[in-house]
């Protein structure tokens, strides 16, 4: 029940819940998708009592019994002033358990599949010989497995906030106006086509760029973040065959799907190197989510996305919860950085 904000010609009168306030447990075991070798990984937790109107700050509680537990392994959060924490890698594919014990003996539990090891590969999109351009055409591995996609620009390039998908499992809810012939990338991506090679231009790329404009130019664009549920065995229906590969011959992939980003980095070799080439970078960070933890996420994205912080104010009626006996979330996630290619020519 929330309180209750009432006037008086003397002062403000707050009127509290009577009742304990709920239990909050925010977890989300995290994980990078290559573990530095001396890398110690560190799992953090949340536990404290909702806010009531008249709180200044959380009531932390720092005396319980918190273990999460995976297959024939128990590992045990302790206290270190501020937050609960406890060092271990989380394992791909593999289900954990969390159990608090509250110091009036109250039990809080909640469980948690961390996703399987995937990420998004990119096959280019050649014109003509000797030039690749920046239209990279995606899929994700393993194709068998459902993902909850989440990308945002990459740790380095915070300032690459607009994206443009043709999948069908994107969330439309952060459209803004715009589409993606408005996107720097899009010019990048004309010019190579019709420019590069101007009036010698193969007409088979000429031919490639049709199909790829139609496929692009009116796709809408997503400010801040791109969140996708990629169900298992996906099958866009839409791409169709897009993709001309190194040979110039034309390869189809029904599981594909367009990803476009404000911009690409295009890195010339270091001086010295035999042969040349250039390696395309889609300057992305892509985060691979548990079902719960993408629910949660959606519900307060206007928060701050993917911040170490949680809602301010947890409300019982508006956020999705997962923590039986509680409030909350345990969740987990891994994510990959910046997806890179090269392209060599001679």
Request: charged residues 20%; contains cysteine.
């Amino acid at each position: 029940m929330a309180g209750v904000l009432a006037s008086s010609c003397v002062e403000p009168i707050i009127m509290d819940p009577l009742e304990e306030m709920p239990v909050v447990v925010n977890c989300v075991l995290t994980r990078a998708r290559v573990i530095d070798k001396d890398e110690i990984p560190v799992q953090e937790l949340n536990l404290f009592y909702a806010k009531r109107p008249s709180d200044n700050e959380y009531v932390t509680i720092s005396d319980a019994v918190v273990k999460v537990s995976g297959p024939g392994q128990t590992y045990d959060f302790v206290w270190n002033g501020g937050k609960w924490i406890s060092t271990f890698i989380p394992e791909f594919g593999t289900e954990y358990t969390l159990d608090v014990t509250l110091p009036d003996g109250k039990r809080l539990s909640a469980r948690t599949v961390v996703p399987q090891e995937m990420y998004i590969s990119g096959v280019p999109v050649y014109s003509g010989r000797h030039c690749c351009s920046s239209a990279t055409y995606y899929r994700v591995e393993p194709r068998d497995q459902e993902a909850f996609i989440w990308i945002t620009g990459a740790e380095d390039r915070p300032e690459i906030r607009r994206f443009c998908t043709n999948h069908p499992g994107a969330d439309d809810s952060n459209v803004v106006d715009g589409v993606w012939q408005d996107l720097p990338i899009a010019v990048s991506v004309r010019d190579n086509y019709n420019n590069i090679f101007n009036d010698t231009l193969e007409e088979a790329d000429r031919d490639l760029w049709m199909k790829f404009g139609r496929m692009c130019l009116d796709l809408p664009i997503h400010k801040d973040y791109l969140r996708i549920h990629h169900p298992a065995s996906f099958d866009n229906g839409i791409t169709g065959h897009l993709i001309q590969n190194i040979y110039h011959g034309y390869s189809p992939s029904a599981d594909g799907f367009i990803l476009a980003a404000d911009s690409i980095d295009a890195i010339d070799p270091p001086a010295g190197s035999v042969g040349r080439y250039t390696t395309y970078r889609l300057p992305i960070r892509t985060y691979f989510l548990s079902q719960e933890y993408d629910l949660y996420l959606s519900k307060i994205i206007g928060r701050g996305l993917h911040s170490d912080e949680f809602a301010e104010m947890y409300s019982m009626d508006e956020y999705y919860t997962n923590i039986e006996g509680g409030l909350g979330v345990f969740g987990s996630m891994f994510y990959t950085e910046s997806f890179s290619y090269h392209y060599i020519y001679y």
